[in-house]
């Protein structure tokens, strides 16, 4: 349920983009290297923004690969390529950035490597109220 | 903005006082002094958390007997500290589990955000926080998300330590942070007169002890010179609560 708290941090975002307009749909983008629970998000989600007196906004979750480029030689891979026992999953679906201890690039072994997109949550488009564009990120 | 940055202001809520450990250099004892201060001032009485935001190279969970990866992480709306000690405790090294972590500023930035959005801190009366050495980017964040932070400043007498230590409360200060004041690590008395000409608080001085290195790894750092001299430093530095 850590979603929760990410769940909170989009709806206070999206809540001080629009200000005093109503929040009407929030598009979020979810990179895979988080593994985050898409039903626990939006139902929290969901939640939140009710609590705040927000009802009926639409919550539109798309997910986003997560791919690699490697610093040391060029070479590119995605996260679902990649091997890895669940607690080790776990840990990164907490702290994305752990990835770089528990992943090596399959080419030269270098664990200097970027993450190209697809890490986290991101918020990719709010709509207020009156339809209009609230802000992109 | 980020969309977590929207949440930080809330996760400490239920603390009372925020207060990092930092440093111009590095080695100078943070980690020992804010682990050792954690301690003592649960000792003393209160309520205390510790987040170790040295993001890729964290030590405090050595000092306070963490094994990292036989440690339960626990959610309920968000990530829950574990508990070592009495203390309410957060690192990057719960979910590293003491691999090489080498990461680029952006990264670190990401951690840092995102360590601070999902902790959830209980009520606390202190959150001490371990800081990197140098105006690293955990220190540059801090400063900019965390409300009400106040700084102890660690530094040596050597004389490449006093410059550099100089350099770095200027910083803080120039930046608006509140310095509760500076602590002189392996010394006896000699930064008084730095603080002096700074205006900074001297919060007194901490001697050599050659015993803390074993203490720390038969897990007994509360039986040490070291730890009765930082528990005197609490005691007066945070005694106006
Ligand atoms: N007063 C002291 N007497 C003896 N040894 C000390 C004292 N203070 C710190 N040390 C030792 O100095 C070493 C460095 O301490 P520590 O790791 O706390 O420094 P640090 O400032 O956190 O380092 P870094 O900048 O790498 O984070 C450790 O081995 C510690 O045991
Ligand atoms: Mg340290
Ligand atoms: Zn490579």
């Known amino acids: ?137 | 903005m980020d969309p977590r940055e929207a949440v930080i202001r809330d996760r400490f809520s239920s603390v009372r006082r925020v207060v990092a450990f930092a440093s111009s250099k590095g080695g100078v004892g943070k980690t020992c002094i804010t682990c050792a201060s954690a301690l003592a001032l649960k000792e003393l009485g209160h309520r205390v958390g510790l987040l170790d935001l040295d993001v890729t190279n964290p030590t405090a969970h050595i000092v306070l007997g963490i094994d990292p990866k036989s440690t339960e992480i626990e959610e309920e709306k968000g990530v829950k500290p574990v508990e070592a000690r009495g203390v309410e405790f957060m690192s990057p090294a719960l979910f590293t589990h003491g691999e090489p972590s080498p990461l680029r500023g952006g990264e670190i930035h990401d951690a840092i955000l995102e360590m601070l959005s999902v902790t959830r801190w209980g009520s606390l009366d202190y959150l001490l926080i371990d800081a990197p050495p140098g105006m690293s980017d955990e220190v540059l964040d801090v400063l900019r998300y965390i409300p009400r932070l106040e700084f102890v400043v660690v530094a040596t007498p050597s004389p490449l330590s006093i410059d550099s230590a100089r350099r770095f409360t200027k910083f803080l200060l120039d930046e608006g942070a509140r310095v509760l004041g500076l602590v002189e690590n392996m010394g006896s008395g000699s930064l008084e007169s730095l603080c002096k000409s700074m205006g900074v608080r001297y919060l007194g001085y901490i001697p050599f002890d050659p015993e803390l290195d074993r203490a720390i790894e038969e897990g007994r750092i509360e039986s040490t010179r070291f730890y009765a001299s930082v528990r005197e430093i609490c005691r007066s530095a945070f005694h106006s609560l």
């Open chain 1, 1 to 137: 349920m850590h979603e929760w708290a990410l769940a909170e941090a989009i709806a206070r975002y999206a809540e001080s983009v629009c200000s005093s307009r109503r929040v009407s749909k929030i598009v979020v983008k979810l990179g895979t290297l988080q593994a985050i629970d898409r039903e626990v998000l939006s139902f929290a989600l969901n939640a939140i923004l009710e609590s705040d007196g927000i009802r009926g906004a639409e919550i539109v979750l798309e997910d986003e690969e997560a791919v690699f480029r490697c610093r040391r030689c060029g070479a590119t891979w995605r996260y679902s390529d990649v091997e890895l026992d669940e607690a080790l999953r776990e840990a990164i679906h907490f702290l994305p950035e752990a990835v770089h201890s528990f992943v090596r690039c399959p080419r030269c072994g270098s664990r200097d490597f970027e993450v190209v997109k697809g890490r986290g949550v991101e918020v990719a488009e709010v709509v207020c109220g009156d339809g209009s564009e609230g802000g992109s990120h």
